[in-house]
């Protein structure tokens, strides 16, 4: 098949796209995160996929534009949907693109993950196979995390420290609620 595989980032094609190419299928990266932040966030990321790409001879569109405002204005009071608006939007993109380039189906790195919601990701790449009309193809790549975290390495892939989005960086830093309420507490004196 003729797949459109949404890129999240570099380290994270690698498993994916090893496993896509050995199945015989025909990859072709889609790079849209309008979610991560800061901007040089963003930058880091796509740099680094553009070398990881050319290493491999993997071809990429890439959606530049960056509309950060519209991503968060619309997750504005909905951020424990968070997660569910920011995939939504990236395989939204990634079916549109396909459905244009006349992809057999498309999938996302975030499928490599094993910090990501799998059900969630199954879930809307479904609802859009039903909105756009191009087959969402879905594979658990996280048995593979180990190996790509070992390849990105020996690569010398830059890896980020957080999923992408304000909230996700924010997260990565947060001291956990009970002791969030003793700094509160200590305040307050």
Known sequence: MKILLHICCAPCTIYPLAVLSANGHQVRGFFSNPNVHPYQEYLRRAATLETYAAKVGLPVIWDRSYPLEEFLRNLAFREAERCRFCYYQRLSATARVARGGKFDAFTSTLLYS?????????????????????????EDFRQGWGEGRVKSGKLGLYKQQYCGCIFSERDRFRQPAAEQAGVRQVLKR
């Open 114 to 138: 094993k910090f990501q919601n799998h059900e969630l990701i199954r879930e809307l790449g479904q609802l859009l196979v039903q909105e756009v009309g191009v087959p969402f193809y879905y």
